[in-house]
Structures are given as structure tokens and as C-alpha cells.
């Protein structure tokens, strides 16, 4: 059975730093794309960024230049580091699996989802 868990979310003040994590299990997921989505209140959730097997990232223009994406095979598991976070990042960040990257919600695996809050 494929896991996805997420952590590293929580409380931050505008300009600050989180690092989120997401170890998958069940699975090796070298080959496959892995990425995060971002819903915030009142929005339907949205691909903020992605990395395909190749080591490629990809990322929306709200979060590119502050916001990296990367991934450990050896471990199962992809990162987010976020930089110069605002208030409007406030949100539940999910990790997600797929065969290869789409910027739809058609992503074949969801973790749990994790909240960060960034204060103004």
C-alpha cells in the first residue's frame, strides 16, 4: 500500500523559512514525478511545484525564485524548501506521486496534507 506523509509545516513569521518533507512508502518512486500542491482558503488547490524522475523542477510564478523543490531516491522521499515566506502562502501543502508531471489534480497518489501559517 503506497504512504505518502508529509511534515515540517507550522507557524511562521513573513520572511521566514520552513522545510517540508514527504517520505512515500510501498513503493520505489524513482521513476515517477513528485510534487506539491498548495490549497488556501477559499481556493481549490493548485501545483505549486514539481520535479519529474529526471531531477527537473518546475514551479508555478507565485513560489518560483523563493521556493525549491528536490528529491532523495535513495530515501523515497521529495523536499520543499520555502524562502521568504508570506502571508498569502498560508495554506495546507500536499505531497503528491504520479507517473509524470501534470498541473491538474490528476495525480495518481495524496499524502495527508500539512498546515503552514505564515503570520504578517
Known amino acids: 500500500q503506497v504512504r505518502l506523509v508529509e511534515s515540517g509545516g507550522g507557524l511562521v513569521q513573513a520572511g521566514g523559512s520552513l522545510r517540508l518533507s514527504c517520505a512515500a512508502s510501498?513503493?520505489?518512486?524513482?521513476?515517477?514525478?513528485m510534487g506539491w500542491f498548495r490549497q488556501t482558503p477559499g481556493n481549490e488547490r493548485e501545483l505549486i511545484a514539481a520535479?519529474?524522475?529526471?531531477?527537473?523542477?518546475w514551479y508555478v510564478d507565485s513560489v518560483e525564485g523563493r521556493f525549491t523543490i528536490s528529491r532523495d531516491n535513495a530515501k523515497n522521499t521529495v523536499y520543499l524548501q520555502m524562502n521568504s515566506l508570506k502571508p498569502e502562502d498560508t495554506g495546507i501543502y500536499f505531497c503528491?506521486?504520479?507517473?509524470?508531471?501534470?498541473?491538474?489534480?490528476?495525480?495518481?497518489?495524496w499524502g495527508q496534507g500539512t498546515q503552514v501559517a505564515v503570520s504578517p
Open positions: 503528491v506521486v504520479n507517473s509524470i508531471v501534470v498541473t491538474t489534480t490528476l495525480w495518481d497518489y
Open positions: 510501498g513503493r520505489t518512486f524513482s521513476n515517477y514525478a
Open positions: 520535479i519529474n524522475s529526471r531531477g527537473y523542477a
